[in-house]
């Protein structure tokens, strides 16, 4: 299993540009979930999916939108890059069919650079 | 939105050391979770905490659930090299929702 995967792993844009950020996983979850990690503050919940067509606002879902194109991949667009995006965004994904279950696995990242 | 306070934000010990650090929130949660992250990479879950007062070992890793349920602790025993990265706290109240803490970067003086 490949688990979470991401692409790219890396991005530059202008201001302005538009893009989208792919994420897969292999591992039959149900909840997926998109995060950005600035410097010197944890991770925060852009939006997730709890199921195959359903899709919430997180923490910070302006400037951005997602699609749950089936069950395996979630991706995050970015309609009109601004310098304020740049950031590492990362997909995670988990297995909400059991109890307790709490493991998000994440994927390895992409830095983005918005000039 | 709520606000995870993670203490200390950076550690510099030896190897060999005992790690304690922790985390406050402004409001309860019913589970707490402890991550780390290594550079370039997703940060990968060390210890889950579901009941107030539960304490929780992953081999020289021990999680409390604060009793208030406002506050957890992580504590790493001899550290070892590998222990170098972030540790983020985060906290669950609902059903989906995790809320991050800022982390605490570990480094390892030789």
């Known amino acids: 299993n490949a688990g979470v995967t991401q692409t790219p792993k890396f991005q530059v844009l202008k201001t302005g540009q538009s893009m989208t950020l792919q994420c897969a996983q292999d591992?039959?979850?149900?909840?997926m979930y998109w995060y950005r990690q600035d410097p010197g503050m944890g991770l925060r919940l852009i939006y997730y999916s709890a199921s195959e067509g359903t899709t919430d606002k997180g923490e910070v879902p302006n400037g951005y939108n997602v699609s749950r194109l089936n069950k395996r991949e979630f991706s995050l667009r970015l309609e009109s890059a601004a310098p304020s995006q740049t950031s590492v965004y990362f997909c995670?994904?988990?297995?909400?069919?059991?109890?307790?279950?709490?493991?998000?696995?994440f994927g390895p990242g992409t830095r983005l650079t918005v000039l | 939105g709520q606000q995870l306070n993670q203490s200390p934000q950076s550690m510099f010990i030896q190897e060999g050391e005992d790690v304690s650090m922790n985390c406050t929130s402004s409001?309860?949660?019913?589970?707490w979770l402890w991550y780390k992250q290594d550079p370039g990479e997703g940060p990968v879950l060390l210890i889950a905490l579901y009941k107030a007062g539960e304490l929780t070992s992953n081999g020289r890793l021990t999680a409390q659930f604060g009793i208030t349920r406002k506050d957890s602790f992580l504590n790493i025993s001899a550290s070892i090299p590998s222990d170098v990265g972030i540790y983020f706290c985060a906290g669950r109240l609902g059903n989906e929702k995790l809320t991050f803490g800022t982390g605490t970067r570990l480094t390892i003086i030789p």
């Open positions: 409001s309860i949660f019913n589970t």
């Open positions: 591992m039959n979850h149900n909840s």
């Open positions: 995670a994904s988990r297995d909400t069919s059991g109890r307790r279950t709490d493991t998000q696995y």
